[in-house]
Every structure is written in structure tokens, then in C-alpha cells.
């Protein structure tokens, strides 16, 4: 049974780091691409970063790039998100989903929030 | 990379049809056949519900269905249920390698 379970969300001020972490199971990540998408509360779905299979390719919102770096640790078999220079726009919770262009399993999700 | 558009919110009675759509442009939807359809109740995390334009994940009800006409993709769901009420969200691939998302309908069955 496939399971993506994130953790690493709190409470955080603006300017921090944070990372976040999605460990798999009944699956191994580097045969897939895999996001990260955030929903900020009472909003819409929001794809975030993207890393390919083989971790050659990692792709960004532009709103993130320079600030988040997708990773992934195949022994582990868990997926990070490397956040720094949080801002306050960054709240939000934070899927871990498999699949390049389907997209086909999400987590559960994480909660980020920013604030002073 | 600003979001597909969706319409804020659609209503059917029970047992009717309705069709969601979604335009993008030529650097998503236009160019690729990688749209995406997913369901989101309240609370939950998104569910996979139709992908590459019009192919059904195992065990998504048959009354999901989605097309593409340009730039412009549409989810209809026949024969609607009370458990069909949630917001629904299309996304893209887009030239940039990026993935797009719509920015959502809240789906009423009244």
C-alpha cells in the first residue's frame, strides 16, 4: 500500500528555514517524479517544485526559485523541501505528490505557517 | 505561470450534468495532452480523478469524464451525486516544465 507521509511544518517567523520531509512507503521514490504543491488556507492549489526520477531535473515556481530546493534521499527513501527566506505568503500546507504529469497519490500534507 | 482559469462555482440537482472548464493557453493546456482533473473535500488532501486529458485512474466512477477543445479543457460529471459536492481543480504541464494549476470550482449538488 503506497503511503507519502510529510512532516517538518510549524510555526515559523518570516526569514527563517525551514524543511520539510516526506517519508514513502510501497513505493521507491527514484522511479518517480514527484511535487511538492501548497494550499494556502481558504485558497487554491499551488504546484511548488518538482524533481525527476532520476534527480537530474529539478523544476520551481517562480515565486520559490532561488528560496525552496527540492531533494530527495533515495536510501531514506524520502523526499525534502528545503525552505529559506520563508515569507509570510508561504503559509500554507504542503503536499508531497508522486507522478511527473499524473500526479496520481498525495499525502496528507503538512502545515507551514509564517508569522511574527 | 499564472493560473488556468476555472469558473468560481458551478450547481446541479441530482442526476444532472454539469461541465467544468478550464483555459489555459498555447504554453499549457494548448500544447500538451498532460491535463489533469482532481477532487478536494473539505479537509482532505486532492484526488486524482482524471488524467492526460481524458483517461479515469482504477476505482474513479465512469460518470467522470474530460475533453479538450484548444486551450481549453472541461470535466463533466454526469448522473450527479451528493457525494460529488467538493471543489474540483484541472492542472497542465506547461513549456516551462512547470505544472499549472486552475484556480478551482466549488461544485454544489442543490
Not at chain 2, 1 to 26: E, Y
Request: net charge neutral; glycine share 10%.
Amino acid at each position: 500500500q503506497v503511503q507519502l507521509v510529510e512532516s517538518g511544518g510549524g510555526v515559523v517567523q518570516p526569514g527563517r528555514s525551514l524543511r520539510l520531509s516526506c517519508a514513502a512507503s510501497g513505493l521507491t521514490l527514484n522511479e518517480y517524479g514527484m511535487n511538492w504543491v501548497r494550499q494556502a488556507p481558504g485558497r487554491g492549489l499551488e504546484w511548488v517544485a518538482f524533481i525527476s526520477y532520476d534527480g537530474s531535473l529539478q523544476h520551481y515556481v517562480d515565486s520559490v526559485k532561488g528560496r525552496f530546493t527540492i531533494s530527495r534521499d533515495d536510501f531514506k527513501n524520502t523526499l525534502f523541501l528545503q525552505m529559506t527566506s520563508l515569507r509570510v505568503d508561504d503559509t500554507a500546507v504542503y503536499y508531497c505528490v508522486k507522478g511527473a504529469t499524473k500526479m496520481d497519490f498525495w499525502g496528507q500534507g503538512t502545515l507551514v505557517t509564517v508569522s511574527s | 505561470q499564472s493560473a488556468l482559469t476555472q469558473p468560481a462555482s458551478v450547481s446541479g440537482s441530482p442526476g444532472q450534468s454539469i461541465t467544468i472548464s478550464c483555459t489555459g493557453s498555447n504554453s499549457d493546456i494548448g500544447t500538451y495532452d498532460h491535463v489533469s482533473w482532481f477532487q478536494q473535500h473539505a479537509g482532505r488532501a486532492p484526488k486524482l480523478m482524471i488524467h492526460d486529458v481524458t483517461n479515469r485512474p482504477s476505482g474513479v466512477s465512469n460518470r467522470f469524464s474530460g475533453s479538450k477543445s484548444g486551450n481549453t479543457a472541461s470535466l463533466t460529471i454526469s448522473g450527479l451525486q451528493a457525494e460529488d459536492e467538493a471543489d474540483y481543480y484541472c492542472s497542465s504541464y506547461t513549456t516551462s516544465a512547470t505544472r499549472v494549476f486552475g484556480s478551482g470550482t466549488a461544485v454544489t449538488v442543490l
